[in-house]
C-alpha cells in the first residue's frame, strides 16, 4: 500500500501564500490528488497531477516530483474560507482506491 | 453539490443493532467506494464495487458488509454495532474503474454521520 505523509497543522495570515506538503511511497503510482476539506463536510476535489511538474487553477497550484515521491498545494492570496483541512491522496497502481493522508488543517488568521 | 447523494444524513443507534446506509453515484459513474472517518482520523478506505462487482478490499471490518445493485446504487451494512464505530462515513464515485487515468478521480457525497450509543 501507499504511505502518505503530511502535516498536521499550518497557520497563515489572509493575503499570504501557504505551501502544504505531501511525501508518498513512489511503488505503484498512478496519480496525486489534493481534496479540501471543511469541518463536517464533504472533500471536494482540487487537483490532479500524474506528470513532473506544476498545475495552476487560479489561486490553487499543485506540483509534483515523481522521482522524489513529492508534492505541494500552493494556496495563494489566502481568504478566511481557505480555512479547512487540506488532503493528499494516491493512487496507487491497480487505481482501485485513493489513500488518503491524514490532512492539514489551515488556519488563516485575519 | 458532487451529485453523489447519501441517506441518511444522520443516525443514532444502540450499540449492538444494524444499520443499513445508502448511496447513489453521479450520473454515469460506474464505480462506487466506502470511506470512514473517525474524529480526528483521515479517510479510511473500506471497500470499491465497480458495475455490480467488487473490485478492492480495505479495512472493512467483518461485521461490515457492501454491495452494488444494477442500477447501480450502493448499501453498506454495519451490523453488531460497536460505540467505535461512529464516524462519518462517506460514500464517493467516479466514472471508470481505474482512478488517476486520464484524470479520473472520486467525487464524494455528503455523508452519513452515525452515532452509535
Known amino acids: 500500500g501507499q504511505n502518505i505523509d503530511q502535516p498536521t497543522e499550518m497557520t497563515a495570515t489572509e493575503g499570504a501564500i501557504v505551501q502544504i506538503n505531501c511525501t508518498y511511497q513512489?511503488?505503484?503510482?498512478?496519480?496525486l490528488f489534493w481534496y479540501q476539506q471543511h469541518a463536517g463536510e464533504a472533500p471536494t476535489f482540487l487537483s490532479y497531477?500524474?506528470?513532473?511538474g506544476l498545475e495552476e487553477k487560479g489561486r490553487f497550484s499543485s506540483f509534483l516530483s515523481r522521482s522524489k515521491g513529492y508534492s505541494y498545494l500552493l494556496l495563494k492570496e489566502l481568504q478566511m474560507k481557505d480555512s479547512a483541512s487540506y488532503l493528499c491522496?494516491?493512487?496507487?497502481?491497480?487505481?482501485?482506491?485513493?489513500?488518503f493522508g491524514g490532512g492539514t488543517r489551515v488556519l488563516v488568521k485575519p | 453539490d458532487s451529485g453523489v447523494t447519501q441517506t441518511p444524513k444522520h443516525l443514532i443507534t444502540a450499540t449492538g443493532q444494524r444499520v443499513t446506509l445508502r448511496c447513489s453515484p453521479r450520473?454515469?459513474?460506474?464505480?462506487v467506494y466506502w470511506y470512514q472517518q473517525s474524529l480526528d482520523q483521515g479517510l479510511q478506505f473500506l471497500i470499491q464495487?465497480?458495475?455490480?462487482?467488487?473490485?478492492a478490499k480495505g479495512n472493512i471490518l467483518e461485521r461490515f458488509s457492501a454491495q452494488q445493485f444494477p442500477d447501480l446504487h450502493s448499501e453498506l451494512n454495519l451490523s453488531s454495532l460497536e460505540l467505535g464505530d461512529s464516524a462519518l462515513y462517506f460514500c464517493?464515485?467516479?466514472?471508470?474503474?481505474?482512478?488517476?487515468?486520464?484524470?479520473?478521480?472520486?467525487?464524494f457525497g455528503e455523508g452519513s454521520w452515525l452515532t452509535v450509543v
Open positions: 464517493a464515485s467516479s466514472v471508470a474503474a481505474r482512478l488517476g487515468d486520464s484524470g479520473n478521480t472520486i467525487y
Open positions: 513512489t511503488s505503484g503510482f498512478n496519480g
Open positions: 497531477n500524474v506528470l513532473d
Open positions: 491522496a494516491g493512487a496507487g497502481a491497480a487505481g482501485n482506491k485513493l489513500t
Open positions: 450520473s454515469g459513474d460506474l464505480s
Open positions: 464495487y465497480y458495475n455490480g462487482e467488487e473490485r
